[in-house]
Antibody
């Protein structure tokens, strides 16, 4: 079955960057869209961006343009999300997720366990 | 970007009640809308996609309807385990966007 395993919790200083990994197993990594979603404490879900590994195609939410970079390493079936210029409001759980199907548009169906990123001086 | 507005933001209901949550989009989404359930401390779970397609393994008391820019998630007979927050997500365009969520208290 499809599994997404994310890297561990991080504590970062304001102004620094964080890079979260997401290793996929149980399916063909290259063809499926990988999405990153975050959730601040007590808040709703926020779509950040996505990548299609086989194409290297990315889209980002306007709120994160210029600060977020999503990449994928096809050789290790791992996706990455790097967020720069961190501020306290970036404290959140960051989820990676995979689409249900390669047929577009497809809903997000499989989720990682989440990675807590805390930004604090 | 497509904006999604859910209503209500919070609802309290009893076991066995029929519960309805609405998601309104700022533009037509061609039925490309999904619903998710998120329980405290857990990742979201896909319930419904393409407005009305039930995801495999999801109980049949969950159903979705609607078209164009207005969609509904219905829980036919609320169960204690349905305590959760529910989100809609539009799949029509990038960037994707979520509704703000509806917290259901049983």
């Amino acid at each position: 079955q499809v599994q997404l395993v994310q890297s561990g919790a991080e504590v970062k200083k304001p102004g620094s960057s964080v890079k979260v990994s997401c290793k996929a197993s149980g399916g063909s990594f290259n063809s499926y869209t990988i999405t990153w979603v975050r959730q601040a404490p007590g808040q709703g879900l926020e779509w950040m961006g996505r990548i299609v590994p086989i194409l290297g195609l990315t889209n980002y939410a306007q709120n994160f343009q210029g600060r977020v970079t999503i990449t994928a390493d096809k050789s290790t079936s791992t996706a990455y999300m790097e967020l720069s210029s961190l501020r306290s409001e970036d404290t959140a759980i960051y989820y990676c997720a995979r689409d249900l199907d390669v047929v577009v548009p497809s809903p997000i169906a499989y989720w990682g366990q989440g990675t807590l990123v805390t930004v604090s001086s | 970007d497509i904006q999604l507005t859910q209503s209500p933001s919070f609802l309290s209901a009893s076991v066995g009640d029929r519960v309805t949550i609405t998601c309104r989009a700022s533009q037509v989404t061609n039925n490309y809308l999904a619903w998710y359930q998120q329980k405290p401390g857990k990742a979201p779970k896909l319930l419904i996609y393409h407005a009305s397609t039930l995801q495999t393994g999801v109980p049949s008391r969950f159903s979705g309807s609607g078209s164009g820019a207005e969609f509904t998630l219905t829980i036919g007979s609320l169960q204690p385990e349905d305590l959760a927050t529910y989100y809609c997500l539009q799949l029509a365009t990038y960037p994707r966007t979520f509704g703000q969520g509806t917290k259901v208290e049983v």
